[in-house]
Protein backbone atom coordinates (compact mmCIF):
# COMPACT_ATOMS: atom_id res chain seq x y z
CA UNK A 1 0.00 0.00 0.00
CA UNK A 2 1.30 3.36 -0.99
CA UNK A 3 0.93 6.50 0.90
CA UNK A 4 1.79 10.41 -0.43
CA UNK A 5 4.01 12.53 2.24
CA UNK A 6 4.07 16.47 2.24
CA UNK A 7 7.77 17.36 2.79
CA UNK A 8 8.00 21.05 4.78
CA UNK A 9 10.14 22.61 4.84
CA UNK A 10 12.43 23.52 8.16
CA UNK A 11 10.13 25.19 10.05
CA UNK A 12 7.73 22.41 9.66
CA UNK A 13 4.70 24.79 8.73
CA UNK A 14 5.69 25.59 5.19
CA UNK A 15 5.08 23.68 2.11
CA UNK A 16 7.34 25.91 -0.61
CA UNK A 17 11.05 24.95 -1.06
CA UNK A 18 12.97 27.92 -2.74
CA UNK A 19 15.32 25.34 -3.42
CA UNK A 20 16.57 21.75 -3.22
CA UNK A 21 19.57 19.68 -3.65
CA UNK A 22 18.90 15.47 -4.12
CA UNK A 23 21.48 13.36 -4.15
CA UNK A 24 21.96 9.38 -3.87
CA UNK A 25 24.85 6.84 -4.11
CA UNK A 26 23.03 5.27 -6.90
CA UNK A 27 22.73 8.36 -8.87
CA UNK A 28 19.55 9.32 -9.99
CA UNK A 29 16.48 8.83 -12.54
CA UNK A 30 13.99 11.73 -13.84
CA UNK A 31 10.91 11.34 -14.97
CA UNK A 32 10.20 14.59 -16.17
CA UNK A 33 5.81 15.59 -17.56
CA UNK A 34 7.11 15.65 -21.18
CA UNK A 35 9.39 13.30 -22.69
CA UNK A 36 11.30 9.65 -21.54
CA UNK A 37 12.66 9.03 -18.40
CA UNK A 38 16.80 9.62 -17.55
CA UNK A 39 19.51 9.40 -15.89
CA UNK A 40 20.96 12.17 -13.63
CA UNK A 41 24.01 12.13 -12.12
CA UNK A 42 24.38 12.92 -8.27
CA UNK A 43 23.80 15.49 -6.42
CA UNK A 44 21.50 17.56 -8.62
CA UNK A 45 20.27 21.45 -7.67
CA UNK A 46 16.52 22.06 -8.41
CA UNK A 47 15.01 25.42 -8.39
CA UNK A 48 11.13 26.83 -9.27
CA UNK A 49 11.04 29.79 -12.63
CA UNK A 50 7.49 30.87 -12.80
CA UNK A 51 5.92 27.84 -12.31
CA UNK A 52 8.10 25.23 -14.31
CA UNK A 53 10.63 22.90 -12.65
CA UNK A 54 14.35 23.43 -13.40
CA UNK A 55 17.03 20.58 -12.63
CA UNK A 56 20.80 22.52 -12.16
CA UNK A 57 23.88 20.42 -12.81
CA UNK A 58 27.10 20.94 -13.71
CA UNK A 59 27.24 22.28 -17.07
CA UNK A 60 24.13 23.82 -17.14
CA UNK A 61 20.20 24.18 -16.20
CA UNK A 62 17.50 22.58 -17.62
CA UNK A 63 13.31 23.28 -17.57
CA UNK A 64 11.91 20.07 -17.09
CA UNK A 65 7.84 21.41 -17.25
CA UNK A 66 5.10 21.95 -14.21
CA UNK A 67 6.62 18.53 -12.39
CA UNK A 68 9.16 16.07 -11.99
CA UNK A 69 9.70 12.88 -10.31
CA UNK A 70 13.17 11.78 -9.21
CA UNK A 71 13.89 7.99 -7.97
CA UNK A 72 17.05 6.32 -7.05
CA UNK A 73 19.05 4.66 -9.93
CA UNK A 74 18.35 1.33 -7.89
CA UNK A 75 15.41 -0.36 -6.60
CA UNK A 76 14.68 0.85 -3.10
CA UNK A 77 18.11 3.00 -3.12
CA UNK A 78 17.68 5.84 -0.75
CA UNK A 79 17.70 9.57 -2.00
CA UNK A 80 19.06 12.34 0.76
CA UNK A 81 16.90 15.67 0.45
CA UNK A 82 18.19 19.21 1.66
CA UNK A 83 16.22 21.99 1.17
CA UNK A 84 17.61 25.94 1.10
CA UNK A 85 14.33 26.63 3.50
CA UNK A 86 14.79 24.17 6.33
CA UNK A 87 16.06 26.99 8.65
CA UNK A 88 17.47 26.07 11.90
CA UNK A 89 15.77 22.30 12.51
CA UNK A 90 18.53 20.11 12.12
CA UNK A 91 16.73 17.23 12.01
CA UNK A 92 15.28 18.35 8.49
CA UNK A 93 18.45 20.17 7.84
CA UNK A 94 19.27 16.78 5.18
CA UNK A 95 16.67 13.76 5.41
CA UNK A 96 16.84 10.62 3.60
CA UNK A 97 13.78 8.92 1.79
CA UNK A 98 12.99 5.89 0.32
CA UNK A 99 10.86 5.72 -2.31
CA UNK A 100 9.79 8.63 -5.56
CA UNK A 101 10.03 12.15 -4.85
CA UNK A 102 7.44 14.09 -6.80
CA UNK A 103 8.30 17.87 -7.27
CA UNK A 104 5.89 20.06 -8.38
CA UNK A 105 6.43 23.86 -8.92
CA UNK A 106 4.29 26.84 -7.81
CA UNK A 107 5.16 30.06 -9.07
CA UNK A 108 8.81 30.27 -7.97
CA UNK A 109 8.93 27.66 -4.56
CA UNK A 110 8.36 24.27 -4.97
CA UNK A 111 6.33 21.48 -3.49
CA UNK A 112 7.84 18.05 -2.51
CA UNK A 113 5.76 14.86 -1.85
CA UNK A 114 7.32 11.50 -1.15
CA UNK A 115 5.33 8.40 -2.40
CA UNK A 116 6.37 5.24 -0.91
CA UNK A 117 5.30 2.15 0.70
CA UNK A 118 3.31 2.52 3.94
CA UNK A 119 5.73 0.18 5.93
CA UNK A 120 8.44 2.60 4.72
CA UNK A 121 6.82 5.36 6.12
CA UNK A 122 5.60 3.58 9.44
CA UNK A 123 9.31 2.87 9.53
CA UNK A 124 10.18 6.52 9.39
CA UNK A 125 7.62 7.60 12.05
CA UNK A 126 8.64 5.07 14.68
CA UNK A 127 12.69 6.28 14.28
CA UNK A 128 11.84 9.81 14.34
CA UNK A 129 8.92 10.02 17.46
CA UNK A 130 10.39 7.16 19.19
CA UNK A 131 13.94 6.94 21.31
CA UNK A 132 15.77 3.78 20.25
CA UNK A 133 15.80 2.86 23.54
CA UNK A 134 12.42 2.35 24.51
CA UNK A 135 10.85 -1.16 25.38
CA UNK A 136 9.79 -3.21 22.22
CA UNK A 137 6.39 -3.33 23.52
CA UNK A 138 6.10 0.44 23.63
CA UNK A 139 7.47 0.54 20.25
CA UNK A 140 4.90 -2.01 19.20
CA UNK A 141 2.61 0.36 20.26
CA UNK A 142 3.83 3.40 18.26
CA UNK A 143 4.29 1.24 15.22
CA UNK A 144 0.60 0.96 15.17
CA UNK A 145 -0.83 4.04 15.65
CA UNK A 146 1.96 5.20 12.75
CA UNK A 147 -0.30 2.79 10.96
CA UNK A 148 -3.21 3.98 11.34
CA UNK A 149 -2.62 7.85 11.39
CA UNK A 150 -0.79 7.22 8.05
CA UNK A 151 -4.35 6.05 7.25
CA UNK A 152 -6.32 8.68 8.95
CA UNK A 153 -4.52 11.58 9.37
CA UNK A 154 -6.91 14.53 11.00
CA UNK A 155 -6.57 17.11 8.51
CA UNK A 156 -7.77 16.56 5.22
CA UNK A 157 -4.66 16.86 3.74
CA UNK A 158 -5.35 15.38 0.60
CA UNK A 159 -8.14 17.50 -0.41
CA UNK A 160 -6.21 20.47 0.09
CA UNK A 161 -2.90 20.33 -0.50
CA UNK A 162 -2.61 16.47 -2.57
CA UNK A 163 -0.94 14.50 -0.51
CA UNK A 164 -2.29 12.01 2.58
CA UNK A 165 -0.38 12.90 5.28
CA UNK A 166 2.63 15.76 6.06
CA UNK A 167 5.77 15.07 8.27
CA UNK A 168 5.25 17.47 10.35
CA UNK A 169 4.66 16.77 14.09
CA UNK A 170 3.28 20.49 14.18
CA UNK A 171 0.49 18.79 12.03
CA UNK A 172 0.32 15.16 11.62
CA UNK A 173 3.33 13.15 12.95
CA UNK A 174 7.34 13.57 12.98
CA UNK A 175 8.83 11.94 9.59
CA UNK A 176 12.36 12.73 9.23
CA UNK A 177 13.12 10.11 6.30
CA UNK A 178 14.41 6.34 7.28
CA UNK A 179 18.06 5.63 8.56
CA UNK A 180 19.06 2.00 9.74
CA UNK A 181 16.79 0.33 11.89
CA UNK A 182 17.76 -1.40 15.00
CA UNK A 183 17.01 -5.05 15.61
CA UNK A 184 14.33 -3.85 17.97
CA UNK A 185 12.57 -1.47 15.60
CA UNK A 186 12.62 -3.90 12.57
CA UNK A 187 10.83 -6.35 15.16
CA UNK A 188 8.24 -3.38 16.46
CA UNK A 189 7.47 -3.23 12.56
CA UNK A 190 7.12 -6.59 11.34
CA UNK A 191 5.38 -8.00 14.92
CA UNK A 192 2.88 -5.84 13.92
CA UNK A 193 2.35 -5.26 9.89
CA UNK A 194 -0.63 -4.32 9.07
CA UNK A 195 -2.20 -3.37 12.40
CA UNK A 196 -3.82 -1.12 12.91
CA UNK A 197 -6.57 0.93 15.45
CA UNK A 198 -10.54 0.68 14.81
CA UNK A 199 -13.75 2.04 15.61
CA UNK A 200 -16.64 1.31 14.00
CA UNK A 201 -15.05 -0.45 11.30
CA UNK A 202 -12.36 2.17 10.22
CA UNK A 203 -9.09 3.51 10.73
CA UNK A 204 -9.91 5.27 14.11
CA UNK A 205 -7.80 9.27 14.75
CA UNK A 206 -4.63 7.54 16.64
CA UNK A 207 -3.59 10.87 18.20
CA UNK A 208 -0.78 11.21 20.42
CA UNK A 209 1.67 12.87 22.32
CA UNK A 210 4.76 12.79 23.94
CA UNK A 211 4.57 13.42 28.03
CA UNK A 212 0.88 14.14 29.48
CA UNK A 213 2.30 14.89 32.59
CA UNK A 214 -0.26 12.25 34.83
CA UNK A 215 -3.15 12.60 32.73
CA UNK A 216 -4.29 12.23 29.11
CA UNK A 217 -6.91 15.02 28.00
CA UNK A 218 -10.24 14.76 26.00
CA UNK A 219 -9.70 15.40 21.96
CA UNK A 220 -12.14 18.09 22.30
CA UNK A 221 -10.59 20.53 25.25
CA UNK A 222 -7.35 20.44 22.96
CA UNK A 223 -8.76 20.89 19.03
CA UNK A 224 -11.22 22.47 16.21
CA UNK A 225 -13.04 21.02 13.88
CA UNK A 226 -11.01 20.20 11.00
CA UNK A 227 -13.69 20.97 8.77
CA UNK A 228 -15.54 23.50 10.40
CA UNK A 229 -13.36 25.09 12.53
CA UNK A 230 -15.60 24.73 15.50
CA UNK A 231 -14.12 24.62 19.00
CA UNK A 232 -15.07 22.70 20.84
CA UNK A 233 -15.64 20.05 18.18
CA UNK A 234 -17.86 17.57 18.95
CA UNK A 235 -16.22 14.20 21.43
CA UNK A 236 -14.71 11.50 20.20
CA UNK A 237 -15.63 7.83 22.27
CA UNK A 238 -12.38 6.68 22.11
CA UNK A 239 -10.38 10.00 22.60
CA UNK A 240 -10.79 10.82 26.29
CA UNK A 241 -8.56 11.17 28.97
CA UNK A 242 -7.38 9.11 31.64
CA UNK A 243 -5.29 9.07 35.01
CA UNK A 244 -1.69 7.44 34.62
CA UNK A 245 -1.99 7.15 38.34
CA UNK A 246 -2.72 8.24 42.12
CA UNK A 247 -3.20 12.37 41.56
CA UNK A 248 -4.40 14.25 43.87
CA UNK A 249 -8.30 14.51 45.36
CA UNK A 250 -9.91 17.00 43.40
CA UNK A 251 -7.73 17.00 40.26
CA UNK A 252 -7.61 19.24 38.07
CA UNK A 253 -8.54 21.95 40.07
CA UNK A 254 -5.63 24.43 40.18
CA UNK A 255 -4.98 23.47 43.75
CA UNK A 256 -4.77 19.68 42.90
CA UNK A 257 -1.80 20.80 40.13
CA UNK A 258 -0.20 23.04 42.80
CA UNK A 259 -0.16 19.80 45.28
CA UNK A 260 0.81 17.51 41.75
CA UNK A 261 3.65 19.64 40.84
CA UNK A 262 5.06 19.80 44.69
CA UNK A 263 5.23 16.05 44.39
CA UNK A 264 8.92 14.80 44.33
CA UNK A 265 8.07 11.79 42.59
CA UNK A 266 4.04 11.32 42.00
CA UNK A 267 2.77 7.78 41.54
CA UNK A 268 2.19 7.87 37.70
CA UNK A 269 3.59 5.62 34.99
CA UNK A 270 4.63 9.40 33.39
CA UNK A 271 6.80 10.19 36.33
CA UNK A 272 9.47 7.83 35.95
CA UNK A 273 11.11 10.61 33.31
CA UNK A 274 10.36 13.65 35.50
CA UNK A 275 12.19 16.34 33.10
CA UNK A 276 9.31 15.19 30.67
CA UNK A 277 6.49 15.18 33.33
CA UNK A 278 6.86 18.59 34.48
CA UNK A 279 8.61 22.38 33.87
CA UNK A 280 8.81 25.81 34.74
CA UNK A 281 9.11 29.14 33.06
CA UNK A 282 9.86 32.39 34.34
CA UNK A 283 9.05 35.70 32.43
CA UNK A 284 10.19 39.12 33.66
CA UNK A 285 7.63 41.77 32.30
CA UNK A 286 9.85 43.39 30.48
CA UNK A 287 10.44 40.30 28.54
CA UNK A 288 6.53 40.12 27.70
CA UNK A 289 5.85 43.93 27.27
CA UNK A 290 8.67 43.29 24.44
CA UNK A 291 7.22 40.90 22.46
CA UNK A 292 3.74 39.44 23.21
CA UNK A 293 1.46 42.21 21.46
CA UNK A 294 3.56 41.48 18.55
CA UNK A 295 2.86 38.03 18.73
CA UNK A 296 -0.44 38.24 19.05
CA UNK A 297 -0.37 40.55 16.01
CA UNK A 298 1.12 38.11 14.24
CA UNK A 299 -0.76 35.08 15.35
CA UNK A 300 -4.07 37.22 14.96
CA UNK A 301 -3.00 36.36 10.50
CA UNK A 302 -2.37 33.23 10.55
CA UNK A 303 -5.84 31.25 9.78
CA UNK A 304 -4.69 28.23 12.18
CA UNK A 305 -4.68 30.54 14.94
CA UNK A 306 -7.00 34.00 14.44
CA UNK A 307 -10.03 32.53 14.86
CA UNK A 308 -9.16 31.73 18.88
CA UNK A 309 -8.08 34.91 19.62
CA UNK A 310 -10.55 37.90 20.32
CA UNK A 311 -9.51 41.34 21.75
CA UNK A 312 -11.35 44.06 23.33
CA UNK A 313 -13.29 46.59 21.19
CA UNK A 314 -10.22 49.26 20.95
CA UNK A 315 -8.24 46.26 19.22
CA UNK A 316 -5.11 47.10 21.33
CA UNK A 317 -3.24 45.04 23.23
CA UNK A 318 -1.88 48.07 26.18
CA UNK A 319 0.47 47.11 28.78
CA UNK A 320 -0.39 43.57 30.49
CA UNK A 321 -1.68 43.59 33.62
CA UNK A 322 -2.17 39.88 34.61
CA UNK A 323 -2.76 36.51 33.14
CA UNK A 324 -5.99 34.03 33.72
CA UNK A 325 -6.97 30.34 33.21
CA UNK A 326 -10.79 30.02 32.55
CA UNK A 327 -12.14 26.84 32.10
CA UNK A 328 -9.72 23.37 32.22
CA UNK A 329 -10.27 19.99 30.77
CA UNK A 330 -10.28 16.89 32.26
CA UNK A 331 -6.24 16.65 32.11
CA UNK A 332 -5.93 20.68 33.56
CA UNK A 333 -5.24 21.85 30.04
CA UNK A 334 -6.47 25.55 29.83
CA UNK A 335 -9.23 26.11 27.62
CA UNK A 336 -9.08 29.18 27.29
CA UNK A 337 -7.10 32.16 29.22
CA UNK A 338 -7.71 35.56 29.62
CA UNK A 339 -4.70 38.57 29.00
CA UNK A 340 -5.68 41.44 30.79
CA UNK A 341 -4.34 44.71 29.49
CA UNK A 342 -4.83 48.45 30.13
CA UNK A 343 -6.60 48.26 26.73
CA UNK A 344 -9.11 45.44 28.16
CA UNK A 345 -9.13 41.92 28.03
CA UNK A 346 -8.22 39.50 25.55
CA UNK A 347 -9.37 36.11 25.36
CA UNK A 348 -7.20 33.02 23.88
CA UNK A 349 -9.03 29.81 22.95
CA UNK A 350 -6.88 26.21 22.43
CA UNK A 351 -3.82 24.72 23.46
CA UNK A 352 -1.94 25.54 21.11
CA UNK A 353 -3.12 29.22 20.54
CA UNK A 354 -2.18 29.88 24.31
CA UNK A 355 1.23 28.02 24.03
CA UNK A 356 2.20 30.27 20.84
CA UNK A 357 0.91 33.35 22.55
CA UNK A 358 4.01 33.02 24.84
CA UNK A 359 6.48 32.73 22.39
CA UNK A 360 9.72 34.69 23.62
CA UNK A 361 13.03 35.45 21.71
CA UNK A 362 14.29 36.82 25.18
CA UNK A 363 13.82 33.55 26.93
CA UNK A 364 14.54 31.92 23.75
CA UNK A 365 10.83 30.30 23.64
CA UNK A 366 9.04 29.73 20.65
CA UNK A 367 5.85 27.93 22.79
CA UNK A 368 5.01 26.69 26.29
CA UNK A 369 6.08 22.89 26.22
CA UNK A 370 2.34 22.50 27.20
CA UNK A 371 -1.26 24.15 28.30
CA UNK A 372 -1.59 21.84 31.41
CA UNK A 373 -0.18 25.23 33.07
CA UNK A 374 -0.82 27.40 36.17
CA UNK A 375 0.79 31.05 36.63
CA UNK A 376 2.42 32.87 40.04
CA UNK A 377 2.22 36.11 39.18
CA UNK A 378 4.52 39.11 40.58
CA UNK A 379 3.87 42.98 41.51
CA UNK A 380 5.88 45.20 42.46
CA UNK A 381 4.86 48.51 44.90
CA UNK A 382 2.16 50.77 42.46
CA UNK A 383 0.65 46.99 41.33
CA UNK A 384 2.25 46.39 38.05
CA UNK A 385 3.00 43.30 36.59
CA UNK A 386 6.99 42.72 37.44
CA UNK A 387 7.22 39.17 36.74
CA UNK A 388 5.29 35.78 35.75
CA UNK A 389 6.34 31.90 36.30
CA UNK A 390 4.66 29.31 34.38
CA UNK A 391 4.28 25.84 35.75
CA UNK A 392 3.37 22.64 33.71
CA UNK A 393 2.63 19.51 33.03
CA UNK A 394 4.18 17.08 30.12
CA UNK A 395 4.88 17.96 26.27
CA UNK A 396 2.85 18.55 23.56
CA UNK A 397 -1.34 18.26 23.56
CA UNK A 398 -1.87 15.34 25.71
CA UNK A 399 -4.41 13.42 23.75
CA UNK A 400 -4.70 9.40 22.88
CA UNK A 401 -1.27 7.87 23.56
CA UNK A 402 1.58 9.51 25.49
CA UNK A 403 5.11 8.09 24.65
CA UNK A 404 6.61 8.37 28.23
CA UNK A 405 3.47 6.86 29.79
CA UNK A 406 3.44 4.32 27.14
CA UNK A 407 7.34 3.65 28.32
CA UNK A 408 6.22 3.43 31.68
CA UNK A 409 3.28 1.07 30.91
CA UNK A 410 6.06 -1.64 28.89
CA UNK A 411 8.23 -1.35 31.93
CA UNK A 412 5.44 -2.93 34.34
CA UNK A 413 4.85 -5.75 31.60
CA UNK A 414 2.06 -4.29 29.58
CA UNK A 415 2.39 -5.41 26.46
CA UNK A 416 1.08 -3.34 23.11
CA UNK A 417 -2.00 -3.69 23.13
CA UNK A 418 -2.89 -3.58 26.37
CA UNK A 419 -0.98 0.10 25.90
CA UNK A 420 -3.40 1.06 23.78
CA UNK A 421 -6.54 -0.18 25.08
CA UNK A 422 -5.47 2.01 28.24
CA UNK A 423 -5.66 4.88 25.88
CA UNK A 424 -7.99 3.67 23.75
CA UNK A 425 -10.81 2.73 25.62
CA UNK A 426 -13.56 1.76 23.01
CA UNK A 427 -11.22 1.47 19.76
CA UNK A 428 -9.44 -2.14 19.07
CA UNK A 429 -6.36 -3.70 17.01
CA UNK A 430 -6.90 -5.27 13.42
CA UNK A 431 -4.95 -6.40 11.01
CA UNK A 432 -6.20 -4.67 7.64
CA UNK A 433 -5.30 -7.75 5.75
Same mark, same amino acid.
Given at each position: MQIRVGIKTGDLIQLDHSHLTLSSRDALRAKPTLGEPYALRSPVGLRADDGVVVIKQTGGAQP???KVLLEAGKPGGIISLASASTGKSAAKATSAYRGILEITAKGNSLRVVLITDLENYVQGVLQSEVPSYFKLEAMKAQAVLARTYGLR?? !? %?? =?QLDGFDVCDSFLHCQAFYGVKVLTGMQQEAITSTKNQILVYEGRPALAMFSACAGGHTEDYQYCFSDPVTNAFPPPAIPYLQGVPEGTLPAGYPSEKAMRALFAMPKPDTDDSWSMQHFKWRVSLSADALEAHMHHVIEQLQ =?? %????PFIKGPQSGKFGHIKSFEVGKRGVAGTAINMRIKTSEGNW??? =?ELTIRSAFQNPDAKLKRLRSARLFFDQSFDSLG !? !???IQISGFGSGHGVGLQQIGAQGLATRGKNYKQIIEHYYRTAVVKSIE
Amino acid at each position: MQIRVGIKTGDLIQLDHSHLTLSSRDALRAKPTLGEPYALRSPVGLRADDGVVVIKQTGGAQPVGNKVLLEAGKPGGIISLASASTGKSAAKATSAYRGILEITAKGNSLRVVLITDLENYVQGVLQSEVPSYFKLEAMKAQAVLARTYGLRPR !L %PH =KQLDGFDVCDSFLHCQAFYGVKVLTGMQQEAITSTKNQILVYEGRPALAMFSACAGGHTEDYQYCFSDPVTNAFPPPAIPYLQGVPEGTLPAGYPSEKAMRALFAMPKPDTDDSWSMQHFKWRVSLSADALEAHMHHVIEQLQ =KD %PQFAPFIKGPQSGKFGHIKSFEVGKRGVAGTAINMRIKTSEGNWEIS =KELTIRSAFQNPDAKLKRLRSARLFFDQSFDSLG !L !LSRIQISGFGSGHGVGLQQIGAQGLATRGKNYKQIIEHYYRTAVVKSIE
